[in-house]
């Protein structure tokens, strides 16, 4: 793990010639960066292509609640997004809100369950879920929330799943490590939902053989969504490369590429170009298979920021404490 | 040979155990001190110990590894004793089941685990093969032999991979040493049992003793195995350890890294403990290589 070898260095007083010059990072990696003095910066404000990025909006300003602070350059985008087999099920009986998760999980019991924490697919759907179920992100913004503060706050979450536990795979007494663990479970037929993070849908892993060819996507009622990056550390070799590189996959050849290939989706402001750029990024949102991708206007009404890493310690220690514990 | 021409001969082994094991020990303790720190937390001290021994989660998590390395050890060594005695006769395919005996050795731990979860998962061969003669009425109903939250899955894996090893040592010495006092005790009207019990059994001891260190110091700290074949909860001790150090607040690591000592700890104090005892064992006259 690159945060690994990044610290050593540090600790080990290597100060220039780092063998890391560029690295991909989001959210929990930033964050321990960040803490640790690792990065270079700021420096993401300098390069041409920034102005292709939307700075403005707080879902790029922020990396999961931090200020990023031109310390990093938009990559991708991401948003959360159930799986389900359109040979097995139709979409409107699969369940959209947690509400309906509830009473889904009542009539099919055994047939759902989700990674537990601290694994990310798991952190971010109970993240999803606090959301809606104690009345919005908004309250979870501020940085000195302390963990008394989140436990009072988020006691209907953690009802919800509680209650939920009987109902779940396994009835609960077990939960998946990881979410290929799930992902298997799903395509082996053990469960009929899994999750996903990629922003441009699961085409890549349907073409890889993760995912059955019938899988499809949709959005829940409230959808986090975050931005990943690419970030310098504070020893490395080559800067000036590295920002050229972090330059290079802002341009709209390069995002489409991306989109393409790995199914994330845009880091530029898409909404912004005009002309040959905005085309380039269309013809590939339009050459997905349907059913593979969501909405655009579906993602964007659905989304929910991706809020700071103390919430993410918070959410994973108050889990195991009423949910994963003894 | 001078001593000087020893010490010269010794020297590669020597330095190699202190640079890749005695060195990375120390290194890891004072890490677990908060040495090195590069975070804004700064003070040195036995802080991240205290914290884990009042964890409810360290504590379980220790439980579980005792009581899963324990088990998975003496099954071994109960099915190695019984498969081994009932090897030394020659019967026809033999030599197929010395063969099939000892092929689990080689096989690396990660692939017996996977294949445990491929054959005893409730989407496993043998839950499908059950499903369908019709046994079972749904896949869901096989018995949760994985991932249950008493580490059965664990337990299996590691007694498929253990009880060859342990076997082999105890199949040669049955063969050959063990056999003449075997013989003789016969010949003096020793019944079968009290053969077993005052022959085989006290010779085979030591070897027994030995290959138990190595495989339950091997259970206790193993992390493929509870990783792929583990509940959610109570976690075994080298995963807690793994996901305090991937924590993202990277002030965990010091509890990581005691965690890990812990287990060294352990292995050591085990190490120990069965040295005293072949020691013991040397004294009252039987040692190692059945020579009273």
């Not at chain 1, 971010?124 to 009345?135: D, F, P, Q």
């Not at chain 1, 992100?137 to 009987?166: C, G, I, K, N, V």
């Not at chain 1, 085409?203 to 009622?221: E, H, R």
């Not at chain 1, 809020?307 to 959410?315: A, D, F, K, R, S």
């Amino acid at each position: 793990m690159f945060v690994n070898k990044i610290t050593s260095e540090k600790q080990a007083g290597r100060e220039t010639g780092g063998s890391i010059d560029l690295i991909w990072v989001n959210g929990e990696n930033y964050f321990t960066l960040r803490q640790g003095g690792l990065l270079f910066g700021p420096w993401a404000d300098q390069i041409p292509n920034s102005v292709l990025v939307n700075w403005s909006d707080p879902s790029f300003a922020y990396d999961m609640g931090y200020e990023v602070d031109f310390y990093e350059s938009p990559w991708g985008t991401a948003q959360y997004q159930m799986i389900y087999d359109s040979a097995k099920h139709d979409e409107s009986e699969l369940p959209h809100s947690f509400a309906e998760l509830m009473a889904w999980a009542q009539a099919n019991p055994g047939r759902f369950t989700y990674a537990a924490p601290p694994a990310f697919m798991g952190t971010t759907m109970i993240k999803s879920a606090l959301y809606e179920l104690t009345g919005g992100y908004e309250q979870y913004a501020d940085d000195d929330l302390t963990l008394e503060q989140f436990r009072t706050m988020s006691e209907p979450l953690y009802d919800y799943l509680s209650d939920l536990e009987p109902y779940l795979w396994n009835e609960g007494k077990t939960y998946p490590a990881e979410i290929t663990e799930l992902n298997r479970m799903f395509s082996d037929g053990e469960v009929d939902l899994t999750m996903t993070f990629s922003g441009a849908g699961i085409s890549s892993d349907i073409q890889s053989g993760a995912l059955p060819s019938t899988a499809k996507v949709y959005c829940m009622d409230t959808s986090i969504a975050n931005t990943n990056y690419v970030a310098i550390p504070f020893n490395a070799n080559a800067k000036a490369a590295a920002m050229v590189v972090a330059n290079i996959l802002l341009e709209p050849e390069q995002q489409a590429q991306h989109i393409a290939l790995t199914g994330s989706g845009a880091g530029i402001d898409v909404n912004a170009l005009d002309g040959w750029r905005a085309d380039v990024i269309n013809d590939v949102y339009d050459s997905l298979p349907a059913g593979t991708i969501v909405s655009r206007e579906d993602a964007a009404r659905t989304s929910a920021p991706d809020l700071g890493g103390n919430l993410v310690g918070y959410i994973e220690t108050v889990w195991t404490e009423r949910i994963g514990g003894a | 040979m001078s001593d000087r021409k020893t010490w010269i001969m010794l020297m590669p082994a020597l330095l190699v155990i202190v640079a890749f094991f005695i060195a990375p020990l120390v290194y890891s303790f004072l890490l677990s001190l908060n040495f090195f720190s590069i975070t804004s937390n700064t003070t040195v001290g036995f802080q991240a110990y205290a914290s884990i021994l009042g964890s409810k989660s360290f504590i379980d998590s220790l439980a579980f590894s005792l009581t899963i390395a324990a088990v998975s050890t003496v099954v071994s060594i109960a099915v190695a004793i019984v498969v081994s005695m009932a090897l030394r006769r020659t019967f026809i395919g033999r030599k197929l089941a010395l063969f099939v005996y000892q092929f689990n050795i080689p096989v690396p731990h990660l692939v017996v685990a996977i294949s445990v979860l491929l054959l005893l998962s409730q989407t496993g061969l043998v839950s499908r093969m059950l499903f369908a003669l019709g046994i079972i009425s749904a896949p869901s109903d096989f018995p949760m032999i994985v991932f249950d939250q008493s580490g059965l899955g664990i337990i299996i894996a590691f007694v498929l991979k253990f009880f060859p090893f342990i076997g082999i040592a105890v199949l040669s010495l049955l063969l050959t040493t063990i056999d003449d006092y075997e013989m003789q005790a016969a010949t003096l009207g020793a019944g079968p049992l009290r053969r077993f019990v005052y022959v085989l059994l006290p010779m085979m001891m030591p070897s027994i003793l030995f290959s138990s260190i190595l495989v339950f110091a091997y259970a206790f700290g193993s992390y493929e195995v509870p990783f792929l074949l583990g509940s959610t909860y109570p976690k075994a001790l080298s995963i807690l350890s793994y996901q305090e150090f991937t924590d993202i607040d990277l002030n965990s690591r010091p509890q990581a890294l005691a965690i890990a000592n812990m287990i060294t700890l352990v292995v050591v104090a085990m190490v120990i403990l069965a040295y005293m005892q072949l020691n013991a064992m040397n004294r009252m006259g039987v040692r190692k290589d059945g020579e009273a």
